[in-house]
């Protein structure tokens, strides 16, 4: 179905993989319409409860844009294509269920603001991340100016764009730009062992925390607690709520079908 993604389901667990590997999975507009595409149909699936995004081959998660793409970019196509993926990224920030990037190795330019859209990052030892479109005379416009300030803080943020230096696994943990550092060959393994734990968990409260979570870094914090507050109301009405109080009252498991 399609040229530059791979798409499997494991019982409720999707699992992406951008499939460029002789690109080092740049982001070509192609990868990106197909993206587009592959969010119109997984909206779609109301089974599915958490998404992993991975990189094919043994080099790079993303590594950036397709260059050949940027040489004929003037000011309307940069805009055009800028206001695309961020519309894309933000598509993915704010699905309903958690996204993990499961960062293989390079997480670069477009790359690394594709892992900031995840809702949670881990990574395999491998991995090096930046942001290099100034050493291009360009600058980052997938989003990345205003997610990487918000998640590691405005100077480590404005070090890595204004250098364009690269950041090995290591330190992206440090800064916390990361949430995890793993073995490379076990990268997959704990993506999917974190998967399946959150997917375990009843579903709509999943989704009412993330946008609770998304929502803190948005206006003010009187919002912010209303918001938490009517969230957590709403889940207070529903058959998991009352499911996970009586199987922690019975010392047993839950049973969550989101409702």
Same mark, same amino acid.
């Given at each position: 179905?399609?040229?530059?993604?791979?798409?499997?389901?494991?019982?409720?667990?999707?699992?992406?993989?951008?499939?460029?590997?002789?690109?080092?999975?740049?982001?070509?507009?192609?990868?990106?319409?197909?993206?587009?595409?592959?969010?119109?149909?997984?909206?779609?699936?109301?089974?599915?409860?958490?998404?992993?995004?991975?990189?094919?081959?043994?080099?790079?998660?993303?590594?950036?844009?397709?260059?050949?793409?940027?040489?004929?970019?003037?000011?309307?196509?940069?805009?055009?294509?800028?206001?695309?993926?961020?519309?894309?990224?933000?598509?993915?920030?704010?699905?309903?269920?958690?996204?993990?990037?499961?960062?293989?190795?390079?997480?670069?330019?477009?790359?690394?603001?594709?892992?900031?859209?995840?809702?949670?990052?881990?990574?395999?030892?491998?991995?090096?991340?930046?942001?290099?479109?100034?050493?291009?005379?360009?600058?980052?416009?997938?989003?990345? /100016?205003?997610?990487?300030?918000?998640?590691?803080?405005?100077?480590?943020?404005?070090?890595?764009?204004? /250098?364009?230096?690269?950041?090995?696994?290591?330190?992206?943990?440090?800064?916390?730009?990361?949430?995890?550092?793993?073995s490379h060959d076990e990268l997959m393994e704990k993506a999917m062992a974190l998967?399946?734990?959150?997917?375990?968990?009843?579903?709509?409260?999943?989704?009412?925390?993330?946008?609770?979570?998304?929502?803190?870094?948005?206006?003010?914090?009187?919002?912010?607690?209303?918001?938490?507050?009517?969230?957590?109301?709403? /889940?207070?009405?529903?058959?998991?709520?009352?499911?996970?109080?009586?199987?922690?009252?019975?010392?047993?498991?839950?049973?969550?079908?989101?409702?």
């Amino acid at each position: 179905m399609y040229k530059t993604l791979i798409y499997e389901k494991k019982d409720t667990i999707g699992v992406l993989t951008i499939n460029r590997p002789e690109k080092l999975n740049a982001l070509s507009n192609e990868l990106i319409d197909e993206l587009a595409q592959f969010l119109d149909e997984m909206e779609n699936d109301e089974e599915l409860r958490i998404l992993v995004i991975t990189g094919a081959g043994e080099k790079a998660f993303v590594a950036g844009a397709d260059i050949q793409e940027l040489v004929d970019r003037d000011a309307l196509l940069g805009r055009k294509v800028s206001r695309t993926r961020q519309e894309i990224f933000s598509r993915i920030e704010n699905l309903p269920i958690p996204v993990i990037a499961a960062v293989n190795g390079y997480a670069l330019g477009g790359g690394l603001e594709l892992a900031l859209a995840c809702s949670i990052r881990i990574c395999s030892d491998r991995a090096q991340f930046g942001a290099p479109e100034v050493k291009l005379g360009i600058i980052p416009g997938d989003g990345g /100016t205003q997610r990487l300030p918000r998640l590691v803080g405005l100077g480590r943020a404005m070090e890595i764009v204004l /250098t364009g230096d690269f950041i090995d696994a290591q330190e992206a943990y440090r800064i916390g730009l990361v949430n995890q550092v793993i073995s490379h060959d076990e990268l997959m393994e704990k993506a999917m062992a974190l998967a399946q734990k959150i997917a375990k968990r009843p579903p709509l409260a999943v989704r009412y925390a993330k946008e609770a979570v998304n929502r803190s870094q948005e206006g003010d914090a009187i919002s912010g607690y209303a918001l938490e507050s009517y969230l957590h109301a709403l /889940t207070c009405t529903t058959e998991d709520k009352k499911e996970g109080v009586k199987a922690f009252l019975e010392k047993r498991k839950g049973t969550f079908k989101g409702k």
